[in-house]
């Protein structure tokens, strides 16, 4: 089906990154939903690949739902980044501090929920399915006329859809510190890279003991462990992208494809090639 795309960000045309996202001011948005609806999806293209556009840090009054329709998604929140594929989506609560933008060449989708249908229970944040069907509905009403009574009965139904996500987008963890997030960021723009913690932090003047106190105080793990998780998040990503597992094994800084293939079973339960048939089979039509 063919999709309605406005503009991103209100006229903003930030670049998502540590120097810019302020966690402390996030921006408060009141409600989007206009009764007596129960949701309603925007829909965002990318800018050119040359450039980016993000939305600062903010929140909303309504319930959100984050999910690409092709491409990819990039969702910060205050202690995470994730990259959502074709088949995932993000659930946050009203009140849920974050900034968002789909990545050069994608199309993202921003469905609000209003207060009153969020399912119960749903007070935290969580990874979602969208099959293929729920994103065509969805599509479908915000880009069609319809008598009151049943857009409302496709709402519910929709919202009744909603279910979590057994495989959900990979969350890669981020330090607090502003100043170690750069250098986190930096390091999940470029999978690739061979280099150490030592030529990271020298990179970013820091003290590789203040780097190691980072990582094990906000994200839990040694700094090695969490840059295979990104590798694996930027391998998700490319696979989602129809990108061959010789070529994402290279560009996920693996020399070999068998390495690639027992780390991404080592994290995602799963082979790359099984990875890839089933997000095949979330794709939309034509894409």
Do not use: K
């Amino acid at each position: 089906m063919s999709v309605s795309v406005v503009s991103p960000g209100r006229g903003r045309t930030e670049r998502l990154s540590a120097t810019l996202l302020r966690w402390s001011e996030p921006s408060v948005g009141g409600p989007v939903v206009e009764a007596p609806y129960l949701l309603t999806t925007a829909v965002l293209d990318s800018p050119a690949p040359a450039g980016s556009s993000a939305s600062g840090v903010h929140t909303h009054d309504d319930a959100l739902l984050v999910w690409p329709h092709t491409g990819t998604t990039t969702l910060h929140t205050r202690n995470t980044v994730r990259r959502l594929v074709p088949g995932q989506a993000a659930w946050m609560p009203p009140g849920t501090p974050h900034a968002s933008h789909p990545d050069p060449g994608s199309v993202a989708c921003y469905t609000y929920v209003t207060r009153a249908a969020i399912p119960p229970h749903w007070n935290a944040p969580r990874s979602l399915r969208m099959g293929r069907a729920l994103q065509e509905m969805l599509l479908h009403l915000d880009a069609n006329s319809m008598p009151d009574d049943r857009r409302l009965r496709a709402q519910r139904l929709i919202i009744e859809m909603l279910e979590e996500d057994p495989h959900a987008a990979m969350e890669v963890p981020v330090p607090e510190d502003p100043r170690i997030r750069a250098m986190a960021e930096d390091i999940m723009r470029d999978p690739e890279s061979d280099l150490s913690l030592e030529e990271w932090a020298a990179l970013h003047a820091l003290s590789v003991r203040t780097v190691t106190r980072a990582f094990g105080r906000d994200v839990g793990m040694p700094f090695t462990r969490w840059r295979s998780l990104v590798r694996m998040s930027a391998a998700t990503t490319l696979l989602a992208q129809g990108r061959p597992v010789n070529l994402v094994a290279h560009r996920c800084g693996y020399s070999t494809t068998s390495a690639f293939s027992a780390a991404f079973r080592r994290v995602t339960g799963t082979s790359p090639t099984a990875y890839l048939r089933e997000q095949s089979a979330l794709a939309p039509v034509g894409h």
